[in-house]
């Protein structure tokens, strides 16, 4: 078994995590990492391949601009491949959806370059779902889901913290997130969860949510590392903490996560400032990843940190609270047994805990706990009864809580014992990786890739392309297209000449005979859902079957025909594989409203909208970028030497990505105004093929 998995964000290496660097280096990471060296342990697992994004950039290591990383511990196995995304520097994801699209040709490229395609692709968050969507779409690969933390949760949280819709937008780009997770949700063969919290509160506020295709596997934890204090094991990391200390004999209160407005840090303090109980009995050791200057770090993190620094001043709680700089991730086992030779407490304050591998963590260490009760903790700690669940803003049922088990030396042994038997019995990593590739086995067997009607990708004897619109973009410069099909005969052995069209073949046929357009060698038709080749139109009949997955043509007109604004095209417009509307923008619903509508009754399909009347509803797996990805592919002609003109909303999937694009002068603005400031996609003064030939010589694009 080849296993694929994809985790874009935050700062990836194999060794010396730098968790809590960031809002995006953090559990994510760690869980991807732990669940292949487990995976890796099993004989039928032949390779397992994580990719992340290729970073250079001088503010953070060297390692992150490695393109390939073995995994120290299974090196013939496991390895971490960098495909270049975007620019060089280090990016937080919110500013990455620009770059996936570049990202997922570099990698469906570097694929093809592989002895083999993979068996299953496991996307993490957004923003991998959004990768495997596309990926699964044009190899027919199937996909598996991890959310992690979901972005309509994010938003309902956000709402309740004071935020604007439009404040949200700007700070998460939440839309595309959610986007992105909708569509993952209605390909995904199976998402994992690690919560039934998970699955009942966030995943069902999607529209594709459906419990048949969902999971539930808690995270493991590695019992070899986290483990009881043992013996007189001297912990160096108490050295560390000491100078903080006026009594350091006292119990220790351990918080450990990311600064993080969510992770509740501020209340804690709060609750430990106004509590002269609770600093009698304990003193608190704030973690809170790693600094050297409070000054340098990113603006949440920085007012994270410097409102703790102010609370422990306005409480004077000086001697009594703990927060060194540093850590080392070898460090944290330590820390946690440390604080348990200490009887001291583990407390998860959070707002919200997606899962809480912390806790588990803690929990293995002979640790009691004190977490929220909203997400995974409640799950965590019915299993293991080593703890108490509270109210995260109830600042006195949190100083309850802890002095409950820090008072009672029953309670807590009680605590103590029972999370060390109940990690064993149910969060081991190796029954998490056994229960995982048991699922992966059904998936993988149900699955029909298009590796098997490509075994060998075929030589194309031009090395370039160029693929255009027809109706506005190649059409409505009669003087021009003249001058570009000229050139097209002048290059005819040089360049492969393609049309991309929602028109059905027949009537594109009509038009260009009209035009006295020559018959392309790759004819796109019916928004991507027909592929032809050559003068023969010898048609792509594996590409039929392909986009037929989950495809429902009746239920989409039933769906839609009562909306508003919507009129059904002429039957010749019509085909099994598009459903195509005249759109009165007066009168209907936004794209988006229908996207949505249709994403209710859990329809699986892309939708475009083009010239800003002419709505069109086909497979998920098809569009003109999907069919033209895969019909270069075949043809062996590189994406970096395939220049693509559009110039409305149906043709920006073609225009994304290593593609060299250009938006004609007679451009739709409203429909693809977010193009602008994008890598490799030029906006031409010159409208339609005059505007074409303005990017042939501004790409300099035959030499």
């Known amino acids: 078994m080849y296993l694929l998995f994809i985790s874009v964000h935050g700062l990836v290496r194999g060794q010396d995590l730098e968790l809590g660097r960031d809002a995006d280096t953090g559990g994510q990471i760690k869980y991807v990492l732990e669940l292949i060296r487990s995976l890796c342990r099993f004989d039928e697992v032949e390779r397992v391949d994580l990719v992340t994004r290729l970073v250079r950039d001088a503010s953070v290591y060297h390692d992150y601009g490695r393109a390939i990383e073995p995994i120290t511990e299974f090196p013939d196995k496991a390895r971490i491949v960098r495909i270049e ?204 990843g790693n600094r050297d200057d409070i000054r340098e770090m990113d603006s949440s993190s920085k007012s994270v940190l410097v409102n703790i620094l102010m609370l422990i001043d306005t409480y004077n709680l000086y001697g009594k609270v703990a927060v060194p700089k540093q850590h080392g991730a070898n460090e944290v086992p330590k820390i946690y047994r440390m604080v348990a030779r200490s009887r001291g407490v583990f407390i998860n304050p959070a707002l919200t805990e997606p899962f809480g591998l912390t806790l588990l963590e803690a929990a293995a260490s002979g640790l009691p706990v004190v977490a929220t009760e909203n997400g995974g903790p409640v799950d965590i700690v019915a299993n293991c009864k080593n703890g108490i669940l509270i109210n995260p803003l109830d600042k006195a049922a949190m100083v309850r809580a802890l002095l409950k088990l820090l008072r009672s030396d029953e309670a807590w042994e009680r605590a103590a014992e029972n999370g060390i038997r109940g990690v064993h019995a149910h969060y081991s990593w190796h029954e998490h990786a056994r229960v995982y590739l048991d699922k992966v086995n059904k998936i993988k067997a149900k699955a029909k890739s298009i590796e098997v009607a490509l075994p060998v990708r075929v030589r194309y004897y031009r090395n370039r392309a160029i693929f255009s619109s027809l109706d506005d973009d190649l059409i409505g410069n009669s003087e021009a297209l003249a001058s570009f099909v000229g050139m097209l005969r002048k290059y005819r052995k040089d360049v492969a000449f393609g049309i991309a069209t929602a028109r059905r073949i027949d009537s594109a046929l009509a038009i260009m005979r009209k035009h006295n357009i020559p018959m392309p060698d790759i004819l796109i038709s019916s928004m991507g859902t027909r592929i032809h080749y050559g003068a023969e139109l010898a048609e792509d009949d594996y590409w039929a079957e392909h986009i037929n997955h989950m495809w429902n043509d009746q239920l989409v007109r039933r769906t839609l025909s009562d909306v508003p604004g919507l009129v059904l095209q002429q039957l010749h417009e019509q085909t099994s594989f598009k459903v195509s509307y005249h759109y009165s923008p007066e009168k209907a619903p936004s794209l988006q409203e229908i996207v949505e509508l249709l994403q209710r009754r859990e329809i699986t399909a892309n939708s475009f909208l083009s010239m800003g009347q002419l709505l069109d509803i086909i497979p998920s797996r098809a569009s003109k970028g999907l069919a033209l990805r895969y019909a270069t592919q075949r043809l062996g002609i590189p994406l970096e030497n395939t220049l693509v003109a559009g110039g409305s909303g149906g043709d920006e999937d073609m225009i994304r990505g290593n593609t060299l694009a250009v938006v004609i002068g007679n451009r739709r603005h409203e429909e693809l105004s977010q193009l602008v400031d994008l890598e490799r996609v030029y906006f031409a003064d010159n409208e339609h093929a005059a505007g074409i030939l303005e990017a042939i010589e501004h790409y300099n694009f035959f030499a």
Request: hydrophobic share 35%; proline share 6%.
């Open 85 to 288: 995304g975007g620019p060089n520097e280090y990016l937080p994801k919110e500013q990455l959806w620009d770059h996936l699209d570049i990202l997922c040709d570099n990698l469906i490229e570097w694929l093809y370059g592989q002895p083999r395609m993979p068996d299953v692709i496991h996307g993490h968050y957004a923003d991998g779902g959004y990768i495997s969507t596309r990926i699964a779409s044009q190899l027919g690969i199937p996909f598996i889901l991890t959310g992690h933390s979901l972005g309509r949760d994010k938003r309902k949280q956000l709402l309740a913290q004071g935020m604007s819709h439009q404040e949200i937008e700007e700070a998460y780009n939440i839309d595309r997130r959610i986007n992105a997770e909708e569509m993952s949700l209605a390909n995904a063969s199976l998402v994992i969860a690690s919560t039934h919290h998970e699955v009942k509160e966030q995943y069902s506020l999607y529209n594709y949510y459906d419990p048949s295709r969902m999971v539930v596997i808690p995270p493991g934890t590695d019992l070899d590392v986290f483990h009881p204090p043992r013996g007189k094991e001297k912990i160096a990391f108490a050295e560390k903490i000491k100078h903080f200390l006026t009594d350091d004999s006292k119990p220790l209160i351990l918080a450990l996560s990311r600064p993080d407005e969510r992770k509740n840090i501020l209340t804690l303090i709060e609750a430990f400032g106004k509590s002269q109980q609770l600093q009698s009995r304990a003193n608190l050791l704030i973690i809170a």
